[in-house]
């Protein structure tokens, strides 16, 4: 059964220094979101991707984020600058269409030091 | 603001046991809600998607129904085993007529089922 994939599945990083987390959406699907759970906390919402652009963001996806999706197959998350308050489980999730399920990634955990 | 509430948030039975989680959420305007299963340190498992319209969907032991206009979610999961032990995360998406595009999330339910 297809699945969504991200790469590395644990990241550590010095604050400050810039991140990039990949993940690689089901390949018929068209929207692509990137979540984040910090410890013990809710999962939420950072941005959503559609036709090349960013289609929907949440006040904590500031300047310091980007994503891009560099080919057909990759979609990626880079977070600039990294503060300890960074750290958590980045999940990726692709969707066929506007309405339908989301399918999630095993995600990536991101420890700033 | 769309707010999700999950009770309880631990819940603790034998197994064989029938039992209900439930899902609650502020802003009754949803496109749809799904169900996910999150193992400890993994990421989420879809379990189900109710789109608004609907009023349950079942899949296997699990049934979900949905009360839109109260604003309330349960998830049924019959003759429960081990290996649901889980916590069980309840997520909305809100009909902003085709502008939104996330799932606001609860808390989730730490479900363990004893041997």
């Known amino acids: 059964e297809p699945e969504v994939t991200q790469t590395p599945s644990h990241q550590v990083t010095q604050m400050g220094q810039e991140v990039i987390l990949r993940c690689v959406p089901i390949s018929n699907h068209l929207y692509f979101y990137w979540y984040r759970q910090i410890l013990g906390q809710k999962v939420e919402f950072l941005v959503s991707?559609?036709?090349?652009?960013?289609?929907?963001k949440s006040e904590i996806f500031d300047d310091q984020f980007s994503v891009e999706r560099p080919d057909g197959s990759n979609f990626t998350l880079k977070i600039r600058s990294t503060k300890l308050e960074d750290s958590a489980m980045y999940f990726c999730?692709?969707?066929?269409?506007?309405?339908?399920?989301?399918?999630f990634g095993p995600g990536t955990r991101l420890t700033v030091l | 603001k769309q707010e999700v509430t999950q009770i309880p948030a631990a819940l603790s039975v034998p197994e064989g046991e029938n039992l209900v989680l439930n899902c609650s959420f502020t802003?009754?305007?949803?496109?749809?809600l799904q169900w996910f299963r999150q193992d400890p340190g993994k990421g989420l498992t879809s379990l189900l998607l109710?789109?608004?319209?609907?009023r349950e969907q079942t899949s296997g032991r699990l049934n979900a129904s949905l009360d839109k206009s109260s604003g309330r979610s349960t998830l049924y999961i019959a003759a429960s085993q081990p290996g649901d032990s889980a916590t069980y995360l309840c997520?909305?998406?809100?009909?902003?007529?085709?502008?939104?595009?996330?799932?606001?999330f609860g808390k989730g339910t730490l479900l363990t089922v004893n041997p």
């Open positions: 991707f559609y036709n090349n652009e960013i289609s929907e």
């Open positions: 999730a692709s969707t066929r269409g506007w309405g339908n399920e989301q399918f």
């Open positions: 997520a909305v998406r809100e009909d902003g007529g085709g502008s939104n595009y996330k799932l606001t």
């Open positions: 109710i789109q608004s319209s609907q």
């Open positions: 802003d009754s305007a949803i496109y749809n």
